[in-house]
Each structure stands twice: as structure tokens, then as C-alpha cells.
């Protein structure tokens, strides 16, 4: 088939199932409102056409797999491109054991299923493999317990990744394995977190008793680790690049000429200063779209590019930088909130939020370890606790 | 002008000005002519004429490749990170300005072959690159005219076969064609704190010149100029800044202290890291640069204000840092870091200083 005969085909069979109406605002975690037609999109084939046909892809080459999500792009329509971006599917196909990867990963492309993520802990935030909630072995279970934190979506979800301790006598990394954990039993106890923005869009979750079944491990006992890489590389290629900008959005004008706007409704665009820093901040925005462009065309060109690992430190400098210079355009406003003073609740909102890009996701300085080290092929810095018994190590 | 050339052509063309300078642009011939002191190396100008280089901005039927912008930019990427000392930057000025005058004919297949070396005088001692800081009057005499005043800050006027001076006249700013030997010029080198540019001070008294431009204010042409020169400054130095940062990381990397390679330690990695993202920034803005000029996009000049002070400013950081991070050796003469440095200091006050682009750009933003 040629590009063209498969692009035709995969327009007739949108405007035969697709209706634009059905559009609404979908969360990434929870059970998917687009279940009904998600089921047709897997029958289809489209959801994952790179994927070999024994289990519902269609064998097809990546660039035919970008040419319809390229079609469903074009009519708004969900779906398409999961052999790339469903982190859980993904996984779940490349780890799973046969039996449990057929039962879940249809659920998990047609989105029947809401799912969370059980990584962090209040004693493992950057270093990860110091995680120390426990999987202990019971006849066909384990057994878990333990606490997480920063998890989006607990609340909500039918099944958390998770990693847990099951060998306490092996070093850090090598006493890790990777479930599948059902979430709605007794034993797991979900509270919400208040954040220093006063929202909660993340819960710490709090595991006591619960049972996992062993058929829900994936990848071998103690291989967790290796399982959490291949989970986190395509976390990492779907964040992308977006970030909260402020919160009301109501004193925030668009595009490159916002800060233009603020700083002449705010009567200092005249300050010499600020147009400094408004050049600067508007400068790094516009390079973070630049780079952003180029590491995709480098990308579509075969050779890799150094440049897709930058975009959040960019975001993070904009963001923090944008802040301190949209409080600076304010002065004493910036004291103030509430509805009433929308921009001060902007800047403010901003420079508070700012952190969640700097530290989300691996702080920044986290980030430069990974540039130096993968990127430009620095030796890492010695660890200390990589070869000793887990039992012995000093974390938290 | 438009790209005209594919991208395999492109690479091709890239690949031959690498090995072109590898061959005979090596540190050892940086030094050399730093130490000749006239900022040229007359045999590396010819062959890189020969290939084209020197004539990438001249149309063909001018003797020029007629590359376009983009083109340019990438070729400037590739001096840039050699620090090749040739008066490239002058022929871009001189190109834009000829482009379309009846002069055209006359002076650009001279200077496309790299037979010809005029050099470019655009403004006073006040050194803006605006139409107000332009330091030489102009007045009719006879036939043709005589230009009073100082131009500073004349790059490769010392070298120069021919001048193109900006001049104020009673309708405004025209460009204006000498001899640097002429009666009543005197050129006077100045000592470049970057010893690979030739640089001088240029004084007129009296001086006899044509008017090159038609009557009228010349000013928007020579702002032009000034933008295709922008852009290939702006690929000079990040073109200088990722291989600067290259030597940087390579160092890193062997160097040991403390019996383990430096780029271990976070202190260091974490400066490289952010380092990537200034140089890898200052490519993607000249590059956007030479393509918005080349398709002649609506923000084009928007584009270029950006690459200016972009690709300055991460010049000027990575070569500062790139010194500390080396430490020591960085600090001696024999290291190849501070030429990055003098090259990125002289770069950064060309043609407007970053902080006038800044401002320039928030104009062309709205503000």
C-alpha cells in the first residue's frame, strides 16, 4: 500500500467513526471518556500499527505509524500512536508475562482502565533506588507495604506501576521488582497533598497490607529496575515540553509580545530595565521552540540529538525568570491575591509553580547529571551505596 | 536571494570548507597571523575563494555562489569554530550594499573571487551602527564629491583595495566609493585586543569619492547590510561556542584530580550541562536567522535582533566559563581557550551591542 492509499484509507475510516463533537477534556490518568471508540480504534488496528499483528498492530513501518497519527491529529480524533506515547501498554508489552499482557494491554489502549504511577517515596525522591516499600512473597501474592508520594490520579485509578523491595540483602538496584498493583482494595489509603500553590494535583499514598497478585509482576524478580527504565523513557518522551504557564490566565496576554502587554498595563514598559529583561525572557522562550523544532527535524532525519534533552532546563529558567520579572513589573501589587488582583495572582501562582518543572520529574540538577553523563559522556560521580546490601544502606 | 542549494549540496559544500579548514586553518595558523598582526592570512582567503566562500552572498552573475543567508550562516558556523581570520565579514557588508547599484558590476566579481578587499566604514567613533553615530560628511564638489570626518572601527580597512563609506548628506545617508590611498585618507590600524581582526580608524579631509548610491537616504539599504552581516556574526559565534565548548568537554573528560577525571565531578558536569544549552541555543537562533532572511519572512528582522544578542551573549558565557572550567592551563598563554574568548569580546560589540539588539527587539515585539 502506498502512503497515499493508506492515508486515504485512514481518512474514510475516521469520517465513517469519528464525530469532532465527541470531543471534551480528557485527563491523562482515569478511565478514558473516549472508551466506545478507542474499542474501534484497537479493532481497527490504528492504535498501534507498528506493533506486530499477533497482538492488534499491523506490522507497519514507523513512518506509515506517524502518517495516521498524523490523520487523527488532523481531525482532533484520540488514539492513534500508542505503540509511542502509552507509557502503560508499552510497558506493560515489553515486560508483562504472556498471560497478563494479553488480559491488560487491550484494557489499557481502549483506556478502560485508570492507572497511577507508585515510584516516589518521602526517602526516595531523586535517588529512586533507594525505595523502601516492601513486596513480600505469600503463596501466589506478595504482600506490600510502604508509603508513596507525589502520585496523580490515585484517587482514580484501577492499577498503580510500582516499585518495591523484595531483596534486602542485594544491593540497591538489583532488590527491586516492577507490579502491576491493584488499587481499589483494602490496605491502600489515598490522601491528597496540599502543595505550596494551595492546589492538590497529587496524592501520597499509603500502603498497608495490600496484595499484589505475582502474575502482576513484570520483568523477572528483582529485575524492577531494569522494567522502571523502559516505563521512564517513555514517560519522559510524553512529557514533552508543556508547562503551566499562570494560573487564571485572565491578566496573561498570548504570544511572544505578552510581556509587552503586562509591562505596558503595569506603566513600566518605559523602564529601560525591564525591556532587558522582557528581550531576555520573550528570547529564551522563543529559543526553547527553535531548539525544540530543530532536535525534531534532526530527529526525522535519523541522527540523534543532544538538544531533546535541554527543553526543561530551558522551561524551568523561563519560568522562574518569567516570574521574577512579571513580580518586578508589579512591585508592592505583588503582596496581594485573590480574584481581584489577577496579575498578582499570576506572578505569584508563577513563582511558586515555576518548581513544579525545576524539581517534578527529576530536579534540575538531577537533569545535569543526565546531560553531562549521557549526553556528553562524563563519568558519573562515585556512588557509595551501589554495591552494598541494600539492608546497610543509610537513606531518608 | 534564495538558498539555491539542496541539502546534499549543503553538505556537501560543508564538508569541503571543514576539511579546507582543518587543513589549513589549525591553531598554529590562528597564532600565526595573530602574531603577523594584519589579521589576514592572504593564502587561506584565496582558497577559500576558490571555493566559493567569498562570494556566498554576491548573485552569479556577479561571480557569486548566490547562496543565500542560510547558506551563509552555516558556512560562518563552520570559520567561526576555527576562528578563521579572513575579511568574510566585510565582502557579506559589501555584497548587501553593492546588490542592485550600477557599482555592482564593476566592484562584486573582484570581491567574489577574493581579488578584491573592500572594506566596509559604517559609523563615528560612537560605534552604534545607527544612521545618527554615522561620522563622515559628505559634500558635492565638481562632479563628484569630497567626504570630511572619521569612520571607526573599519574592519580590514588595512587590507582593503577598495572603501565603502556611509556618509551624511543634505538628503541623507549615501554610500560612497575611494581608495584607501586616495589624497586626504588616512587609515591607522587600531591594536585589536583580538589579534586575529584587523581593525582601523579611518579619517577624511577632504577626501575626492563617487557616490555610489542613488540620491536620496541610503540608510534602510545599509540596514540591510547590516542584517545579512548580523547573521553571519551571529553563525561565527555559535559556530565558535559549540567548538569551544567541545575543547571544554574534551578536557574535562581527561583531565584527573583527586584520582578521578574532572567532568565527574558535579561542579563541573553541571556547568557543561548548561553549557550545552547556551551553545546549542545560539545554533538554533542564527540558523532561524539565515532562514527567516532567506525566505524573507515577515519577522525576519525580529529573527535577527534575536540571533544578535542570542549568539553574543552565549558566545561571550561559554568561552568565559569554559576558562574556569579548565582552570590553570586555561589561564596561559599556550591554551587555545582565551582566542575563543578575544574572538567573542570583539564579536559581541560588532555591529550593536547585545543590549541595543535586546532593545531592538522588544520594539520589533510591540513595546
Not at chain 1, 233 to 259: I, Q, T
Not at chain 2, 132 to 149: D, H, I, K, Y
Not at chain 2, 270 to 283: G, K, N, P, Q, Y
Request: with cysteine; aromatic share 6%.
Amino acid at each position: 500500500m502506498t502512503e497515499e492509499q493508506l492515508a486515504a484509507e485512514v481518512r474514510a475510516w475516521l469520517s465513517a467513526n469519528w464525530d469532532a463533537k465527541q470531543k471534551v477534556k480528557a485527563e491523562s490518568f482515569g478511565r478514558s471518556p473516549y472508551q466506545p471508540f478507542l474499542q474501534k480504534v484497537v479493532a481497527a488496528g490504528w492504535a498501534v500499527p507498528t506493533w506486530p499483528k499477533e497482538i492488534g498492530g499491523l506490522g507497519l513501518t514507523p513512518a506509515e505509524g506517524r502518517l495516521i497519527e498524523a490523520e487523527f491529529a488532523a481531525v482532533g480524533a484520540p488514539g492513534a500512536g500508542q505503540d509511542r506515547h502509552n507509557l502503560w501498554a508499552n510497558t506493560a508489552l515489553a515486560h508483562a508475562t504472556p498471560e497478563f499482557r494479553d488480559e491488560i494491554v487491550p484494557k489499557l489502549l481502549t483506556g478502560s482502565v485508570g492507572m497511577c504511577l507508585l515510584y516516589s517515596e518521602p526517602g526516595a525522591g531523586s535517588d529512586l533506588a533507594a525505595v523502601r516499600t516492601r513486596a513480600d512473597r505469600e503463596g501466589d501474592n506478595f504482600r506490600v507495604n510502604g508509603q508513596k508520594v507525589w502520585t496523580s490520579g490515585a484517587a482514580i485509578a484501577d492499577y498503580g506501576m510500582l516499585i518495591a523491595r523484595t531483596d534486602w540483602d542485594a544491593p540497591k538496584h538489583k532488590g527491586i521488582s516492577f507490579f502491576f498493583l491493584p488499587m481499589k482494595q483494602p490496605g491502600i489509603d489515598v490522601r491528597p497533598l496540599r502543595q505550596i500553590t494551595d492546589e492538590a494535583h497529587f496524592n501520597e499514598v499509603f500502603i498497608a497490607d495490600a496484595l499484589v497478585p505475582a502474575a502482576n509482576l513484570l520483568g523477572p524478580l528483582n529485575g524492577g529496575w531494569g522494567v522502571l527504565q523502559t516505563a521512564l523513557a517513555y514517560e519522559r518522551s510524553v512529557m514533552g515540553d508543556a508547562a503551566r504557564g499562570p494560573r487564571s490566565g485572565k491578566s496573561s496576554p498570548k504570544g511572544d509580545g505578552a510581556l509587552v502587554e503586562l509591562a505596558r498595563e503595569a506603566g513600566v514598559l518605559e523602564d529601560p530595565l525591564v525591556r532587558q529583561d522582557i528581550a531576555q525572557v520573550t528570547a529564551w522562550k522563543i529559543l526553547n521552540r527553535l531548539n525544540n523544532a530543530r532536535a525534531k527535524a534532526e530527529l526525522k532525519r535519523g541522527t540523534s540529538s543532544p538538544i531533546m534533552s535541554l527543553g526543561k532546563l530551558a522551561m524551568s529558567r523561563i519560568l522562574h525568570q518569567e516570574a521574577r520579572l512579571r513580580t518586578q513589573m508589579l512591585g508592592a501589587e505583588s503582596m496581594l491575591e485573590g480574584a481581584d488582583f489577577p496579575r498578582a495572582e499570576d506572578a505569584n501562582f508563577l513563582s511558586l509553580n515555576a518548581y513544579f518543572t525545576s524539581i517534578g520529574g527529576g530536579t534540575d540538577q538531577i537533569q545535569r547529571n543526565i546531560i553531562g553523563e549521557r549526553v556528553l559522556g562524563l563519568p558519573k560521580e562515585p556512588e557509595v551505596d551501589r554495591d552494598m546490601p541494600f539492608r546497610e544502606v543509610k537513606s531518608g | 536571494m534564495r538558498n539555491r542549494l539542496s541539502t546534499e549540496e549543503l553538505e556537501a559544500f560543508l564538508d569541503s570548507l571543514r576539511r579546507l579548514l582543518a587543513d589549513r586553518c589549525t591553531e598554529a595558523d590562528v597564532r600565526r597571523v595573530m602574531e603577523s598582526r594584519d589579521g589576514h592570512d592572504a593564502a587561506l582567503w584565496k582558497q577559500l575563494a576558490e571555493m566559493g566562500v567569498a562570494g556566498l552572498a554576491i548573485e552569479p552573475e556577479h561571480g557569486g555562489l548566490g547562496a543565500g543567508p542560510a547558506v551563509l550562516e552555516r558556512a560562518m558556523e563552520e570559520l567561526g569554530a576555527v576562528l578563521a581570520p579572513t575579511p568574510i565579514l566585510s565582502s557579506v557588508l559589501a555584497a548587501s550594499l553593492l546588490e542592485g547599484l550600477e557599482a555592482a558590476g564593476r566592484l562584486l566579481p573582484g570581491i567574489a573571487d577574493g581579488s578584491t578587499i573592500a572594506a566596509v566604514a559604517l559609523t563615528g567613533p560612537k560605534a552604534k551602527w545607527t544612521a545618527e553615530t554615522v561620522g563622515v560628511e559628505a559634500s558635492p564638489r565638481g562632479n563628484g564629491w569630497q567626504l570630511e570626518g572619521r569612520a571607526a572601527f573599519v574592519l580590514h580597512a588595512g587590507l582593503a583595495d577598495v572603501l565603502l563609506v556611509a556618509a551624511r548628506t543634505a538628503d541623507g545617508i549615501g554610500l560612497f566609493e575611494l581608495s584607501p590611498k586616495a589624497e586626504g585618507v588616512a587609515v591607522s590600524a587600531l591594536p585589536a585586543f583580538d589579534r586575529t581582526l584587523s581593525m582601523a580608524d579611518v579619517r577624511f579631509a577632504g577626501a575626492d569619492a563617487v557616490r555610489l548610491s542613488p540620491a536620496g537616504d541610503f540608510w534602510p539599504e545599509v540596514e540591510q547590510a547590516l542584517d545579512l552581516a548580523r547573521v553571519a556574526l551571529a553563525g561565527e559565534q555559535a559556530g565558535g561556542a559549540r567548538r569551544v565548548f567541545e575543547i571544554t568537554v574534551d578536557y574535562a573528560r581527561e583531565r584527573h584530580q583527586f584520582g578521578r577525571s574532572i567532568g565527574s565531578f558535579q561542579a563541573i558536569k553541571h556547568m557543561a550541562a548548561d553549557l550545552l544549552l547556551e551553545s546549542e541555543s545560539a545554533i538554533s537562533a542564527a540558523r532561524h536567522a539565515g532562514t527567516a532572511l532567506a525566505e524573507g519572512a515577515e519577522d525576519a528582522g525580529q529573527s535577527v535582533s534575536l540571533a544578535a544578542f542570542a549568539c553574543a551573549d552565549a558566545f561571550s558565557r561559554v568561552t568565559a566559563d569554559s576558562i574556569q572550567m579548565h582552570g590553570g592551563i586555561a589561564f596561559t598563554w599556550v591554551n587555545p581557550v582565551h582566542l575563543y574568548l578575544r574572538r567573542a569580546r570583539a564579536d559581541a560589540q560588532l555591529f550593536g551591542t547585545p543590549a541595543a539588539m535586546r532593545e531592538r527587539f522588544v520594539q520589533q515585539l510591540g513595546g
